[in-house]
């Protein structure tokens, strides 16, 4: 095996490399002998399209996925899921293989379904109960022989239900990792990359009993005592992983993007009425989905939830219902970045920052909000619903989630080639280091630089 990748979903530095440390052995000898530090994620740091950048060297602009869910070509008010057709560029396995080497891509977002391959492919947590999650299609029915039903994801994880959840993770997470082992003992990939997401369900199911900056947070509880657990046993299928590659493997360890505690959340379209850019038909007595309630003839912007705020002017001639003149579009931007600026906080105008996506990515492709706000770096989430009676809530309309990402994720990288040491680096650069340990050529338009000492 000539490189072997293990993605941790949402592993963040304070936990990985300080608090946690000595809980993750296997991670630590790893960092002894290589180079490692904070993984800068893509913005938005979000799993979608975080790992889709990270395996194609691309930009979320250049790639026009900028969420989980994305405004589809014929427009209207209401996004749709992402897939793994919607990658418009190979990714790092697709090049490696085109070059004649057998890969494998386990669960790497957004792989719904697993593009064919030369070599083996399997569905990330995005897969449907019942859709195809293998390539080739035969594998599905092999692998469930020996290691049971296909678990994409962990049911319902912000219900609450800390044991079942627990249950269901631990079952999961098992499962991915013996079906690795399996694939990398069987097909014998020379690049084989894996990513799990149990440590991004553990955190946002978690993460306000471990972190002692989430105002719930009570030390020494129960479910922070699991939490670290379950970080070791992650840890100790990374190392049987490692073991089982050769010791000329390059290995990387890592994550998409990181984790912190959410401080609150901001109701974004109460924000935009309360402004007089929405008009409502009626006054919704309860978190209630925009869509219900809003009058698009009286409404000039809009606004999706989520980590980050993705605000639509309601533009005539794009939109169904446009209200706002093609030539009052760069004002209504303007306007709407001095309006996302000044969301009143506990104390004054909550920090945000306010990007628009022409400015901050190498392309644009798709169809881009107008805007993108992040609220006082990731402390604060979006929510898109409407009727909480107020701009700035304590909590998530998504049930028990105390977790929000941050920008900065994991890397570890050993073997040959790597320079040892101690440094920040960019998800971008994963790619560029994976083409050089195959000595391949870049293609045109790919970002980031490889951690190799030679080039390729
Ligand atoms: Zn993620």
Redesign the pocket.
Known sequence: MRALVIGL??VPPVLAFERWAEAMPNLQALRARGRSGPLRSTSP????P??ACMTTGRDPGQLGLYGFRNMPPERGYDLRLARSDDVPFKRVWELVGDAGHRVAALFV?PSNPPRPVNGVALGCFLTAPGAPWAFPRALEASLEARFGRFRPDVHDFRGGDEARILNELDAMTAQHFAIARAIQHDERPELMMMVA?GP?RLHHAFWHHLDPESPAYRPGNRWEVEARAYYARLDAEVGRLVRAADDDTLVLVV???GARAMQGAVAVNEHLKAHGWQAWRREPAGPTPLRQVVDWSRTRAWAEGGYYARVFVNLEGREPRGIVAPQDYERARAELTALFSSVPGPEGPLPARVDRPEAVYRGTRGEPPDLMVYFDDLTHRAVGTVGHGQVLTAHDDRGVDGCN?AFD?IYVAAGPGVVPGATPADILDVTPTLLAAFGLRRPPGMQGASWLARAP
């Open positions: 979903d949402c740091p979000i799993t979608v975080a790992w977002p997401i991004d994550s998409d993007h990402h994720g």
